[in-house]
């Protein structure tokens, strides 16, 4: 005791110098190539989106040429490799960017983003979302009410499920909505990708931005919501408001005739739908009670995906086939509704018909990573480019629609059958609706000839197209796979390596010292790591900007710098919070910049090409960056208040 009382310091003494930042390694050969091959890499995902390379194969002759473009994943892990070809990254160094430390795992975030990817791709698949979108939006009587409806309708699905759903779910019935209308298109799309990209925010699982800052402060579920919520709602009504008024004498138009689509037409699941609701509701319940339960939160998300795969394959797998063995017992000498059928009829029948039987094998989507290189500017490959790419996936679909419509057949072989049997058992001149033969009869049945011989009314084009386009793809047991964001695998995984080779050979001490020297409270941290974020992001992408400037918040340097401004433990924990919650910000928000920021924005770009509307990356900035820097300043201010009236 006397010798700890001697050590302290003396009443009014100052208090004792800040420690020093550790020592950084020289600038060599090998540390300026990690810097070179990530920025080069960085490069090469976006030079991959938007040029588009592709290879040419000429097999033998008499075959046509294969065409496979160049995926823009590609780039990262062949960084990642020539960091080892390069000495700039040895390997324990490699192995331990993709398994990660304490404080941020990759593989963990990978594993939680794509299980809840699965789960909302397998709801969307029943048409949740579709029938969603035209019930809240058949009330839209004005210009003004359809852009409020859909900016709320896209906050409110980004909210369940990411903003990728959003644009590749919702963007087709906006646009025909829109068009239909006599308006232009582009007010409408704005408002519903700046609403997926702002209200993605608010959850923890909503970006996969979110996911890698959240798990390298520890946070749980909650405790991100806590703290987002407020500067989510503030960021998306702004940013609603501005676009508005931007926009308003292109969205202010009179009465609208908006397409009518039933919704119950676009349901292909009614209770796929139901029960895939309720799990990822559950889903996103057990996530927020993760950490009261001791559970992780990305065995948590596996678990329900499981859940949603184990219905999956009990609908679309083996229910049919039950079905289809049910038909052939009840029937064991019929094998196709063909013999059952006049020789015509059977013609005519060959190709039964369906909503549920077109499957687009260029089409669909899933999550950004994916989409952004998929859906290029002309719209999307032809099917023979997609087998290209997707290989034994492509052949399981196509497998499975041939399988879906011999199933059809023998249901209606199942049911002609059975009409055959009734007609043979009823006496001559019954005719078989059980109305008394010859003379006039009952009226039913000519009644029924009357409406037959009507021709139907004509549909509205519109309509049509929007029904034809909801209802093209069949549900399925291989669909949510096709739509799954497979490519954020290697891309993240490579980032991450990439990133390591940066922080092996000082770049991010050197990054942490600087920033925070620039965030000497957390109101500056603020605005200073939000700036930043922005900035970074439109020159290198948002995933790799959140990735780096994460870790570097995370270095000695950071936390050396908090020391020298005289910050206590607590003070320095919040200030360093603080600066996440930036990069949270700049790496949501700067989607709505430029097409650099995210690769949503190039591929909600694409999807717009594709539909005939000329948007250039110049136009799409114009277009977003008013209501981007208001969302952007709107999230920040919220934040500063809540940390400076928040107690320590």
Not at 133 to 159: E, I, K, N, Y
Request: charged share 10%; glycine share 10%; hydrophobic share 50%.
């Amino acid at each position: 005791m006397a010798a700890a009382a001697a050590n302290a310091p003396a009443a009014g003494a100052p208090p004792p110098p800040p420690p020093a930042p550790p020592p950084l390694p020289p600038i060599d050969g090998a540390a300026v190539a990690a810097l070179v091959i990530f920025l080069c890499s960085v490069a090469g995902v976006i030079a991959l989106v938007l040029l588009r390379p592709a290879i040419t194969l000429r097999p033998r002759r008499g075959r046509p040429p294969l065409r496979l473009r160049v995926p823009h994943w590609a780039a990262p892990p062949a960084g990642a490799l020539l960091l080892l070809a390069a000495r700039a990254l040895d390997g324990p160094g490699f192995v331990a960017g993709i398994r990660g430390d304490a404080a941020i795992q990759p593989w963990a975030i990978l594993v939680l983003f794509l299980s809840l990817a699965y789960c909302a791709a397998a709801l969307d698949q029943t048409g949740a979302f579709a029938w969603l979108a035209l019930r809240m939006t058949r009330a839209a009587s004005t210009g003004p009410r359809l852009f409020a409806l859909h900016s709320a309708l896209s906050g409110a699905v980004t909210l369940a499920t990411s903003n990728d759903v959003v644009v590749m779910s919702l963007t087709p019935i906006v646009y025909v909505q829109a068009a239909a209308s006599g308006a232009d298109p582009l007010p409408f799309l704005a408002a519903e990708f700046v609403a997926a990209n702002l209200w993605s925010m608010a959850l923890y699982v909503g970006n996969p931005t979110n996911i890698i800052v959240a798990q390298a402060f520890n946070m749980s579920f909650l405790d991100y919501s806590k703290w987002m919520l407020a500067p989510t709602a503030a960021a998306g009504v702004t940013a609603a408001a501005v676009l508005y008024a931007t926009h308003r004498r292109a969205v202010s138009i009179g009465a609208l005739s908006l397409p009518r689509v039933a919704p119950a037409d676009v349901l292909l699941d009614p209770p796929g739908a139901v029960l895939l609701t309720a799990l990822l509701a559950l889903c996103l319940g057990l996530l927020a009670a993760a950490p009261a339960i001791g559970v992780p939160m990305w065995a948590v998300a596996l678990a329900c995906a499981g859940a949603a795969g184990a219905y999956n394959v009990a609908a679309y797998a083996v229910a049919p086939r039950w079905r289809a063995a049910a038909a052939r017992r009840a029937l064991p000498g019929v094998r196709s509704a063909a013999a059952l059928l006049p020789p015509g009829d059977a013609a005519r029948d060959g190709g039964t018909s369906s909503r549920h039987a077109g499957l687009a094998f260029g089409g669909g989507g899933g999550g950004g990573c994916k989409d952004a290189a998929a859906v290029g500017a002309d719209g999307g490959g032809g099917a023979g480019e997609f087998e290209a790419q997707a290989g034994p996936w492509a052949r399981g679909r196509r497998g499975e629609q041939q399988q879906q419509q011999q199933q059809q057949s023998i249901e209606l072989s199942a049911a002609a059958a059975a009409a055959a049997a009734a007609s043979s058992r009823l006496p001559p001149g019954v005719p078989e609706n059980g109305g008394s033969g010859g003379g006039d009869g009952g009226g039913g049945d000519g009644a029924s000839e009357e409406e037959q011989e009507q021709p139907p009314d004509a549909p509205d084009e519109a309509a049509e197209q929007l029904r034809a386009r909801l209802t093209a793809r069949p549900c399925s047991l291989w669909r949510p796979f096709s739509e799954m964001p497979w490519d954020c695998a290697p891309l993240v995984l490579g980032f991450f390596v990439l990133v390591e080779g940066l922080s092996a050979n000082g770049w991010l001490e050197r990054l942490g010292a600087l920033l925070g020297r620039g965030a000497t409270r957390p109101a500056a941290a603020l605005w200073c790591l939000g700036g930043a974020s922005i900035l970074l992001a439109n020159l290198v992408n948002n995933q790799p900007q959140t990735i780096a400037l994460t870790r570097a918040c995370l270095t000695p340097s950071f936390a050396a710098a908090a020391a020298s401004a005289g910050a206590a433990p607590a003070a320095a924990r919040r200030r360093l919070q603080a600066a996440l919650f930036a990069v949270v910000v700049g790496s949501n928000t700067a989607a709505c910049f430029s097409v650099i920021g995210a690769l949503a924005g190039i591929m909600w770009v694409s999807i717009a090409r594709s539909r005939g509307l000329a948007v250039s990356y110049p136009r799409f900035t114009r277009l977003m960056l008013p209501a981007g820097a208001a969302a952007t300043v709107a999230a920040l201010l919220v934040l500063t208040a809540e940390f400076e009236l928040a107690p320590l």
